[in-house]
């Protein structure tokens, strides 16, 4: 089986990278920016050409929530529309796709973790071009799989993980949120998860839709504290609200999900977001 990663240099994209090496019956293809254009409808089928993949997992996306707002044009363009071109070429090309998608799709209004037959109601640009790039491949895809995830971190790349741990060797306090609700997700366990459907994917012959986070639930300010505690030195973290954080963009107060569908599927139990922090943090301590 030819797995072909796009969007590869990016946090997921190198979680699948490190796991890939216990996966030695498939081939794996690593492709990014300077290997492919997503945007570029030519450029892509050029690469699907030269790489005739069964599987294209898609990490590729514009996640910079803040900026979005700004740059709505750029959101679309990496967030919709060159997922829809994905998933009209997932079906000339013949490949399962994968693709990832996000809780601020949900408006965070809800007092009980969202289902994915909940109605999506995305309060930022980045929410809706996300949301629109879901609907093109339920639309468009033939066999597909879109996995909604929260608050992803890793080792690798930008995250609040690793702004948490530089700030907190920088400063005596940190002012974080505590009034956004949602559950931390470690990288490598959702690209784990991708992984564990590859035995499976001879059994979807449609579009489907699935949620998965670490288990657990906490706000930033929590996940803040559980971060800076295990720093040498103190650092104090003291909780603020929302609207004493100034953003261009409303987030979802509340944006837990809920995960009983991608456990029965794959007969799983999911980490707790706690154990991911931990074992992302030795990595991220000792380097």
């Not at 294209?56 to 996640?63: E, F, G, H, R, S």
């Amino acid at each position: 089986m030819i797995i072909d990663v796009l969007g590869a240099d990016g946090q997921l994209g190198n979680e699948l990278r490190c796991l890939s090496k216990q996966y030695l019956s498939h081939h794996f293809v690593f492709s990014d920016i300077k290997d492919v254009n997503i945007c570029e409808p030519d450029s892509l089928r050029k690469h699907f050409e030269t790489v005739s993949p069964d599987v294209v997992i898609n990490c590729a996306a514009y996640t910079q929530v803040d900026k979005a707002e700004s740059e709505a044009e750029t959101a679309e363009l990496v967030n919709h529309r060159a997922v829809e071109l994905l998933a009209d070429l997932s079906k000339e090309f013949a490949f399962f796709l994968f693709h990832i998608s996000t809780d601020y799709v949900f408006d965070g209004c809800a007092c009980q973790p969202y289902l994915e037959s909940d109605t999506p109601s995305p309060l930022s640009v980045y929410g809706a071009t996300k949301r629109r790039g879901e609907e093109a491949i339920l639309q468009n895809a033939g066999r597909a799989v879109i996995i909604r995830t929260s608050w992803l971190y890793s080792s690798f790349g930008n995250n609040f993980v690793k702004t948490m741990l530089r700030l907190g060797q920088e400063r005596p306090e940190l002012r974080v949120v505590c009034d956004q609700i949602g559950s931390p997700t470690y990288a490598a366990d959702l690209a784990r998860v991708i992984l564990q459907f590859l035995p499976r994917l001879q059994e979807i012959d449609e579009v489907m839709l699935f949620h998965f986070t670490n288990e657990g639930v906490c706000s930033w300010y929590d996940f803040a504290r559980a971060i800076v505690s295990r720093l040498p030195q103190a650092c104090k973290v003291t909780p603020i609200e929302s609207k004493d954080y100034p953003s261009a963009v409303r987030r979802p107060f509340y944006s837990v999900l809920n995960k009983r569908k991608i456990k029965s599927f794959l007969s799983i139990e999911i980490p707790h977001w706690e154990d991911g922090l931990s074992r992302c943090l030795e990595i991220l301590l000792k380097n």
